[in-house]
């Protein structure tokens, strides 16, 4: 063995089959990623980026690269680093050195095709390209909601998206494909859209596709946005077309069979529970989104079981929240048997928040007021399955929020005096609840709602352009049946989160209203606001 000495000149030889080993490795890790080539020539390269692989690393993890990190940063590697071991080799034009640079612009949670070029100077020639509109995107979306039965669409025909970005005309031209069903997202269906960048006096708009579907009634899934066609000119040594395009990505096909067991399951699970009400026969009604509790006439709802039709909204989970509600006030506020309590429940519907409250409550009376005849009709036939022998504590009428003082005034007056003894001075409602309609319009009218929803009654559901005119009805109806309140009387009102708790609040708390001061919220099984509380503070 030769021993060296300061200044001998050392040349190391790698083994090639090592070589060849790691680059085999390299690959593989690659491809266990999800990436894989679809065109190569002299010029570019194009694979397919998985969602979770960056284009590239960010230029502040360089100094990680240059220090012998192996293109990874904590782990972590690049669409860019592992190019080069996907290549099949094609001589580069000129025989220039191999450098393979990826074009920015896929996000890391995006999956789609990415160029990557061989030489420095194509990365600024196609750039130029895609900023002048020249390269041709196509992109596969998945979607919520049928848009096919929105916009009264076939297989195969398209629609426009029209829409500013940023203050500049923006168009996008789409193609609807086919929808899936689905349990876990709104109106039960997935869409499956194939979207391309209309051109335009200017350059294409940054993410314009995801901009389009955001804003628009058919948000994307999760980030189940992917492109999937590319269709460009090289001018190298002559034109030389790149046009590739992949069928729908692995990742989206296995989603959308997940998402169809799930509602195949459910769907089965309904017919099952369909079957012991002695009910056969209703996959049609299933399918077309028809709540099971409407096929069968009876929903549960906090240990009982209640009638209920179209008429009336179905009883949901969340609005326990308010009995349960109630009905700790009502412990902590002792009643005399003289002197029962009283509650007003407003937009009633099927009754089931008052029944509920007025079962666990034997001293109790209450009133329910609604603006459908048709769900005062449900809410009676309640009244005598649920009180039974007592159903003469439970009087329900017509009414609207905002008028009910006249309902009060000219119909219960009469109907309690008959019940617990004339009006004095000292009756009034003790307890206030309701749980109004708080959908803004053009959410119904979009595809965003969950098919269930759409069979409810649209005048349960549906609160003005904003969600907030029902609130602002209760307020001013509060107002005017002043009379028959009292201090300290609780009003209970349904929400569903924290920003319309807050803008609940806002209504009654007006600057320079009297009346109504806020005392808390409670928050329902998923940690949501799900009741806000108030209380009368002006003297009767």
Partial sequence: MHKLVKGDLVQFKRDSKAKQASKSARRKLGESL?????????????????????????????????????????????????????????????????????????????????????????????????????????????????????????????????????????????????????????????????????????????????????????????????????DFELQETSSQEVSVSVSLPKTFSNFLQREQSSWDEKRKADLQVLKTHGIQGAETQLDEGVPVAYISGKKDFHGTSFFVSPAVMIPKIGTEVLVKSVLSAVKARPSKKAMPFHTLDLGTGSGCILLSILKQCPLMHGLGVDISPDAVA?????????????????????????????????????????????????????????????????????????????????????????????????????????????????????????????AVRGVFETEGSKGWDFLKCEIDGKGLDRCVIFEWRCEK
């Fill in 378 to 502: 449900i809410a009676n036939q309640n009244s005598a399955a649920v009180l039974s022998n007592s159903q003469e504590r439970a009087t329900f009428g017509i009414a609207s929020f905002n008028n009910v003082h006249s309902y009060l005034d000219d119909s219960y007056s009469s109907t309690i005096g008959a019940k617990v003894g004339s009006r004095n001075e000292k009756f009034a409602f003790d307890f206030i609840v309701t749980n109004p309609p708080y959908l803004p319009k053009k959410l119904w009218d979009s595809d965003r709602m969950y098919a269930q929803q759409k069979h409810e009654p649209y005048i349960a559901v549906v609160s003005g352009d904003d969600g907030m005119e029902a609130y602002r009805q209760i307020k001013v109806g509060l107002d005017l049946a002043q009379a028959w309140m009292k201090k300290g009387t609780l009003l209970f009102v349904e929400v569903n989160n924290g920003e319309l708790a807050a």
């Fill in 34 to 230: 999800g990436i894989r080539v679809h065109f190569e020539n002299e010029h570019v390269l194009v694979l397919w980026k998985p969602s979770g692989v960056p284009v590239t690393l960010h230029a502040s993890d360089s100094m990680d690269r240059a220090q012998g990190a192996g293109n990874t940063v904590g782990g972590k590697v690049s669409l860019e680093s592992l190019a080069s071991e996907f290549s099949d080799g094609f001589a580069l034009a000129g025989g220039a050195s191999r450098s393979y640079k990826c074009i920015p612009g896929l996000k890391e949670s995006v999956s789609g095709l990415s160029i990557c070029c061989k030489t420095d100077d194509l990365v600024g020639r196609i750039s130029s390209l895609i900023r002048d509109g020249l390269v041709d995107e196509t992109w596969t979306v998945l979607c919520q909601g049928h848009v096919g039965k929105l916009r009264g669409l076939k297989q195969g025909e398209t629609f426009t998206i029209d829409d500013p970005i940023d203050g500049s005309p923006a168009s996008s031209m789409c193609t609807f494909l086919n929808a899936s069903r689905t349990r876990n997202y709104t109106s039960g269906f997935i869409s499956t859209i194939l979207v391309s960048a209309i051109p335009s006096d200017g350059p294409p708009h940054p993410h314009q596709i995801e901009r389009h579907f955001k804003k628009s009634a058919h948000p994307v899934v999760s980030d189940y946005i992917a492109l999937t066609g590319l």
